[in-house]
């Protein structure tokens, strides 16, 4: 583990309930990887179904972003700002992500363009893919 859920919060803002990355487990100049272990006690399991419980998600996106500011907010150039999700396109649900599962968060940035970000986003639990998308981040001076 690169980077746990304190280090992480010394990183990103996000808190308790909307935390949605528990480790960093690798990082390189345009590639992260994370870690969100799903746990039936989320707050979003309450409403979203109480019978079966399934992650959103949109959620499963949101925890894709959050891993990918990890990594923006990590550079020299960008401590102390704020990674703001911009955009998503191409965004695809390939199964239903619930308790008990280890979502792989893996983000590669493919460009930079007038302080604007572009990669490609992928979460997968046990090799499988769960959710594809390409992600947008706008990077707040």
Request: glycine share 8%; charged share 20%.
């Given at each position: 583990?690169?980077?746990?859920?304190?280090?992480?919060?010394?990183?990103?803002?996000?808190?308790?309930?909307?935390?949605?990355?528990?480790?960093?487990?690798?990082?390189?100049?345009?590639?992260?990887?994370?870690?969100?272990?799903?746990?039936?006690?989320?707050?979003?399991?309450?409403?979203?179904?109480?019978k079966q419980?399934?992650?959103?998600?949109?959620?499963?996106?949101?925890?894709?972003?959050?891993?990918?500011?990890?990594?923006?907010?990590?550079?020299?150039?960008?401590?102390?700002?704020?990674?703001?999700?911009?955009?998503?396109?191409?965004?695809?649900?390939?199964?239903?992500?619930?308790?008990?599962?280890?979502?792989?968060?893996?983000?590669?940035?493919?460009?930079?363009?007038?302080?604007?970000?572009?990669?490609?986003?992928?979460?997968?639990?046990?090799?499988?893919?769960?959710?594809?998308?390409?992600?947008?981040?706008?990077v707040q001076?």
């Amino acid at each position: 583990m690169l980077l746990n859920s304190n280090q992480i919060q010394e990183i990103i803002p996000h808190r308790y309930p909307f935390l949605l990355v528990d480790q960093i487990i690798e990082m390189e100049d345009d590639h992260v990887v994370g870690v969100k272990c799903v746990t039936a006690n989320e707050m979003h399991f309450m409403g979203h179904f109480p019978k079966q419980h399934v992650m959103p998600g949109v959620l499963v996106i949101e925890a894709l972003a959050q891993a990918g500011a990890v990594l923006l907010l990590s550079k020299e150039e960008n401590k102390g700002k704020l990674a703001l999700f911009a955009g998503i396109n191409k965004a695809r649900i390939h199964r239903q992500v619930i308790p008990g599962d280890k979502l792989t968060l893996d983000v590669t940035f493919k460009g930079f363009r007038a302080g604007i970000g572009f990669a490609d986003a992928l979460a997968t639990v046990d090799g499988e893919k769960a959710v594809k998308c390409e992600l947008i981040f706008a990077v707040q001076q």
